[in-house]
């Protein structure tokens, strides 16, 4: 099976912090990959260098389909097939979910894009939502299901979730879990970041990558979620002890 993401060696530091520190994972096409890990150790960062935001020195591959996207604007990692869903999706008055629409429609210039904007408000009963403004007045678990959305009629080659599951009560989880499962695809590969197994409990990964002090030191299958409700991840970070000194989390890795 083709590699959809390709995460290879990337550092990452903020200011004078390192956060980042020779990450390594794969995601093939078709799959379903969580990455777990206690707050502070480099999650939602590798996350944010991904999507290539700036405030970060970062170095490394991250290929995007076999595409290099290190060094990229986002617009362009965007139209490459990165996608992220956010953990907190922001709000965008004055502009409706169609319009939004209407705007990826364009970008794209793709002969079977309206057909798939309709399948899929079909499927994840989004019609009601269509001439809202962007999230305006949606419930954490209505945001969570329009980013499904957008991401179902971007078809994007990899999608990042990014702690999807923040923030919302065990309906909306197992509504998101059953979502992400919903729009599995042999032609994406999923990434979902959080330090919650709850979700796993409703959805099934096909691997965990486990993140402490800024790098993978865990993959394998979902019996790693089960070892870390037994744990938690107190012997992970003692078995990394002397890789770092603690991490502070900034601003942007939370």
Known sequence: MSVALQVSDVRAQYGDLEILKGVDLEVPFGEVHVLMGPNGSGKSTLCHVLMGKD?????????????????????????LGLFEAFQYPVEVPGVSLDDLID???EVRDDAGFAARVESASDLLDMARFRERAVNGGLSGGEKKRSEMFQMAISQPKVAILDEIDSGLDIDAVREVA????????????VLIITH??????????????VMVAGKVVKTGGPEIAAELEASGYVEMQAGEATLAAPEVATPFDV
């Not at 170095?59 to 990692?77: F, H, I, K, Q, Y």
């Not at 059953?178 to 590969?189: K, P």
């Not at 709850?198 to 965990?208: A, E, G, S, W």
């Open 178 to 189: 059953h979502l992400v499962e919903e729009l599995r695809s042999d032609d994406l590969g």
């Open 103 to 105: 705007e990826m429609g």
């Open 55 to 79: 405030e970060y020195e970062a170095t490394g591959s991250a290929l995007v389909g076999g595409t290099e996207v290190m060094g990229l604007p986002v617009d362009e990692r965007a139209r």
């Open 196 to 209: 919650y197994s709850r979700i796993l409990r409703y959805m099934k990964p096909d691997k965990i990558h």
